[in-house]
């Protein structure tokens, strides 16, 4: 099993900045990628940025340019840097882990963390 928490939400202003952090603890062998989603009331959860194990990044493209996403192996943390907020950036973020193995032959498992709230006021 696979333990993910995250910290770093919060409320900001407009054109403010926070950096989101999701730790994952337990027993892992490796970890394919990690990534963030938000999601808000009444929406689906939509991909934020993802980040495969050898470190290249992916992101929505409501973020590119303003969003960072990058991650330390050897803490199986995966973090989120979020710069140039807007009210419309406003939502829950979720930690998400893609292909968690505990022993090299495991099987993928896959996880979710909490949500951490993030509220930019504008």
């Known amino acids: 099993q696979v333990q993910l928490v995250e910290s770093g939400g919060g409320l900001v202003q407009a054109g403010g900045s926070l950096r989101l952090s999701c730790a994952a603890s337990?027993?892992?062998?490796?970890?394919?990628?990690m990534g963030w989603y938000r999601q808000t009331p009444g929406k689906q959860r939509e991909l934020v940025a993802t980040?495969?194990?050898?470190?290249?990044?992916n992101y929505a493209e409501s973020v590119k340019g303003r969003f960072t996403i990058s991650r330390d192996n050897a803490k199986n943390t995966v973090y989120l840097q979020m710069d140039s907020l807007k009210p419309e950036d406003t939502a829950v973020y979720y930690c998400?882990?893609?292909?968690?193995?505990?022993?090299?032959?495991?099987?993928?498992?896959?996880?979710w963390g909490q949500g951490t709230q993030v509220t930019v006021s504008s």
């Open positions: 337990g027993s892992i062998f490796s970890i394919n990628a």
């Open positions: 998400y882990v893609d292909c968690a193995r505990s022993y090299y032959l495991d099987p993928c498992q896959y996880y």
């Open positions: 980040i495969a194990s050898g470190g290249s990044g």
